[in-house]
Each structure stands twice: as C-alpha cells, then as structure tokens.
C-alpha cells in the first residue's frame, strides 16, 4: 500500500501538506461525508481505513485525488466554525451546570425543622375545628412549645394552608387575644452556618410579626403579616391568599430557638375572623434561591452561548 506523500504546495501558500498520524474529529466527520459522495476510502500512512488527512492533497485509494474544500460538501471555514462553537459550548454548559449546582444547595438541604406543616399538632382533633394550647404546652407532642400567651392549632377548615392543620398565632379564646403570643422550636444547627428561614402566613387583622432566630431577628423577615382575609368558608379555600415569606440568620451555637411570636390589634368589624394564621416553616442550611433565580440564570447562560455563536458565523 502506497504512504501519503506531499502532493505539493498548498494554494498560493508554497506550504507542503503532510498527512497526520492522529486525526481529529472534525476530520473523522469529514472522511464519512467523504466516503459517501466519494466511493472511496482514505488511508493513511500506516493503511488503516477510515482516517482522513489532515487537509487537502493526499493520494487516495479509490482512484481520486480530493480537495476537501471541493468535495466534501463542507466548507473548511464551515468545518472549523461548527467544531470551535462544540469546543466552546461544552465548558459553557459545564458551567450552566455548577451555577445551578451552587444555586440549589442550599434548595437540596434538608429541612431540619420537625413538623415543620403542624400534621403532628393537636393529634385528638379529628374533625374540623380549633384546638387551643396555653404556655409551656407542646401543641404536637414535643416539636414546637407554645413559650408564651396561647396558640391555637386548625384542622380542616377554612384558615389552613396546605394539608390538614395550621397553626393560629393569636390564640386566646374565641380568637380574642390580642398577644404577645410565641410558638417555639428549639433546632439542631452548625454554629457559623447561614441558614433560611421560611413560612407560608395569612392574617385578616392588623398585627406585628416578630421572627427570631437563635434571639436574633430573622434578616427579612416580615414585621407583620399581610392580611388578604378568610372570606372562602371551604376548608383550605383561602390557600391562594397565603403569602410566602422568607429570610436569613446565622446559627451562633449548635442549638437554636426559630421562634414566632404575634401581637394583634382587635378590630370590631364582625366580618373579621381576628386570625393570623402560619404554616409550612422550613429552616435550610445556605441561602434557597427563588425559582425566577434559576431561570434568569439558565436564559442569560443559552443567550450568551448564542451571542457567541453569531458573532462566529459573522
């Protein structure tokens, strides 16, 4: 079998053409588009089938001499274009990948508040209704503690949020307290970790919110909560005017008190239900990005990699 030789100068160039011992895989892509318009099979120096040049030039079993430019059907330009861009897109999707990675971490962790949806609360009530649970009472069974005033615990009707129970902060009697009122769990944490707090809440009355964390104010956390009401008397019929909060604080000591507390101010409209009501808490280590977040992140990585590749074919 004859070797590659040099078949001479290269365009106006003068250089010569050598053949190349390890092709790469744009030329792999280009000797099967070779072979099929062509008929023919490449070899190379060492007589294996199947192995384009290098570039255009050589000798060809299958009584052709080809200029790749020419036959085939590709564009050297072209050719090198699509294999920069599949050079650069794969670092750039490498990186979409770890940016989503360190933007979920936190997402990922598991919550360590326990009954963190209050289904463990008030364990008799089987019905719908209220239950109320005075200071130094546990309204579940050992998780959250009522520290001070009274708590109430919903089931089934139409102040919860998700599931079957939510917790009702201002908790007197015949939904007349008007607080200070403290619900408390104390947390397993790592003193230096920066965790986020979170919780879905809903109110018809004015109030003031207070959110701590280890006794230090939970950073974002809201002063009071939004009050869209109960008008829908269904069970779980107000859940869409829940509002979701969030924030963070830094864990100073390996057990930490998450404690919510509520001060209400009684208004006579008989319309009102004097309900400021709490559920779903989550506690997460790392800081939980929103979801829009991921998405802003994910459209600003495939518009730069189209930027890029416009600015190639341009």
């Known amino acids: 079998m004859k070797d590659l030789e040099p078949s001479g100068p290269l365009g106006s160039m003068g ?33 294996t089938a199947g192995v384009s040049p290098r570039i255009e030039g050589y000798e060809v079993v299958g009584a052709f001499k080809t200029h790749r430019n020419r036959d085939f059907g590709i564009g050297r330009d072209q050719a090198v274009m699509r294999s920069t861009f599949i050079y650069l897109l794969r670092p750039a999707l490498l990186g979409l990948a770890m940016l989503g990675f360190a933007l979920t971490t936190g997402a990922r962790a598991g919550n360590i508040v326990q009954d963190g949806g209050f289904e463990l609360a008030d364990p008799n009530r089987t019905t719908s209704g209220t239950d109320y649970f005075s200071g130094g009472s ?6 959250w503690y ?3 005033g009274t708590v109430g615990v919903d089931t089934d009707n139409q102040f919860v949020y998700a599931g079957q129970k939510s917790v009702f902060l201002n908790g007197d009697s015949n939904r007349n307290g008007t607080g200070p009122d403290s619900l408390t769990q104390t947390l397993t944490t790592t003193a230096g970790q920066l965790y986020t707090i979170s919780f879905w809440a809903n109110a018809d009355l004015p109030n003031t919110l207070s959110v701590t964390f280890g006794g230090v104010t939970v950073t974002g956390s809201p002063f009071s909560v939004t009050q869209n009401g109960f008008a829908n008397p269904d069970p779980r019929g107000n ?21 919510f507390t509520i001060t209400v101010n009684l208004s006579m409209n008989p319309n009102l239900t004097n309900t400021v009501e709490i ?36």
Do not use: C, K, M
């Not at 546990?138 to 998780?143: L, M, N, Q, R, V």
């Not at 604080?249 to 998450?258: E, F, G, P, V, Y």
């Not at 790392?286 to 341009?314: H, K, M, N």
């Open 15 to 47: 250089a010569e053409v050598w053949n190349s011992p390890i092709p790469s895989a744009l030329e792999r892509v280009e000797q099967e588009e070779a072979n099929h318009d062509q008929g023919g099979s490449i070899h190379d120096s060492t007589g």
């Open 138 to 143: 546990s309204i579940d069974g050992g998780f």
């Open 146 to 148: 009522v520290t001070q």
């Open 239 to 259: 859940s869409a005017l829940f509002t979701f909060y969030s924030g963070t604080a830094l864990a100073t000591s390996n057990s930490t008190d998450l404690t």
């Open 279 to 314: 559920d779903n808490v989550s506690v997460t280590a790392g800081a939980v990005p929103e979801p829009s977040t991921l998405v802003l992140a994910t459209i600003g990585g495939i518009g730069s990699l189209a930027y890029a590749r416009r600015r190639r074919q341009g």
